[in-house]
């Protein structure tokens, strides 16, 4: 009894100590610029082909100081599903089809066993077709830039299929990385003269950009050889990969629309307003995330990457306390910064493993960006970051996931 007594003083005076303690604080610092790998690798092949012009340095970066952490940036300790090798997105904006697209091979890979690697450049080429299209349709005020949304990819499936990456790659004159700078400087140029002279003929237009699409990045088959047999995109998608682009939904979580309704994301990516996203609350995101994972899902990720908790030396992204404390992170949160255009929609990347540490998620994300590489190509890390939970809910607006991982979610939808 007397032991018990003890014992009991013993922990009611250690939780008294604790709840006087104040939680500790992160730290910050500026960082001096460093040439990276995007500047180190891609921008030299770029330069090569003589397409732009050196890149000023930029001013330095407050960022969170993260060193002397205990970090789980290490594969080993991830849970995760089968996923191709990561590979670079180079001087593009195609994040939102690399990541998707990764994604797919992953679900194939699930669903039928098969080891594919797809073209991205072959979905690139017809989505930059489709939005000369929706320019002209709108008379020049829909977006014609690079970035898009991860359902387009499903969207150019639908209309247009998809091939091997062997058989459509989008290089050109011997590059080793995809740049589209100066194409896509030559296709806004031409759509702006049209958009100025008022010629909306929309069969010169489009024919017009497919010509500039073909010299800059070649022009995509109709049909290929597989296996001995001359088969389409469409007959690819359908007959080999057994792939359903219809089996795929959008996940979002915004106070700014109605839950549990299926909304618009807005945000310029978007660009052909898409409603398409099913809207629902942060905890019940979060808690599709959490099992999904675990029950072999992966899933196309898509956020904001420019915080000062995004490390490009450990590959972590945490969120420092000098932004918001882990305890007041929640929609009102993810939704201020969202509003108030701290949170933008900067990247999409592929989450395919989960590791839990002292009570709470992180995720293994495969990733196309130069920012990922930094660490070099001999480290294991390559292509790879690792997102806390704290990160994943209060910045990555949505994902893009196979629909019978939502299945009781999607019921409760009006």
Known sequence: MKKFLLTSFAVFLAAIISFGQKPSKDKGYFQEYEPGYYQNFILKDVRHFQETKKTKPKEK?????????????KLDLYT?????????????????????????????????????????????????????????????????????????????YKKYGVVPESVYNGLQK????????????????????????NAWNEDLVIGTIKNILNHHMGEPPTEFTYEGKTITPMQYMKDVLKFNPDDYVEILSYMQEPYWQQVE???????????????????????????????????????DVSEAGFSRKTNCALIPTFDIPSDYIDENARQFRFSNHTTTDDHGMHLVGYYEK???????????????RNVGEDSPIFGFYFFSEDYMKLKMMGFTIHKDAVKDILKKFK
């Open 174 to 197: 011997g590059r080793k990385y995809y740049s589209h700078a100066g194409m896509m400087k030559e296709m806004r140029t031409y759509l702006n003269s049209v958009k100025k002279d």
């Open 265 to 303: 994301y807005k945000v310029p990516d978007n660009w052909w307003h898409s409603k398409e996203y099913y809207n629902v609350p942060l905890d019940v995101y979060m808690d599709i995330v959490k099992k999904a994972i675990r029950d072999g899902y992966t899933m196309s990720i898509g956020g």
């Open 61 to 73: 970066r407050f960022e969170m100081d993260q060193s002397g952490m205990d970090l789980p940036n």
């Open 80 to 156: 995760s599903q089968w996923y191709n090798p990561p590979i670079s997105q180079g001087n593009t904006g195609t994040c939102w089809c690399f990541s998707t697209t990764s994604m797919f091979e992953s679900d194939i890979y699930r669903i039928t066993g098969q080891k594919v690697k797809l073209s991205e450049m072959f979905t690139v080429y017809w989505e930059y077709v489709e939005k000369a299209k929706g320019f002209v349709e709108s008379r020049g005020t829909t977006l014609f830039d690079e970035g898009s949304e991860g359902n387009a990819v499903t969207r150019i």
């Open 358 to 372: 002292d009570g709470k998620d992180w995720y293994l994300i495969k990733d196309s960006s130069s920012g990922s």
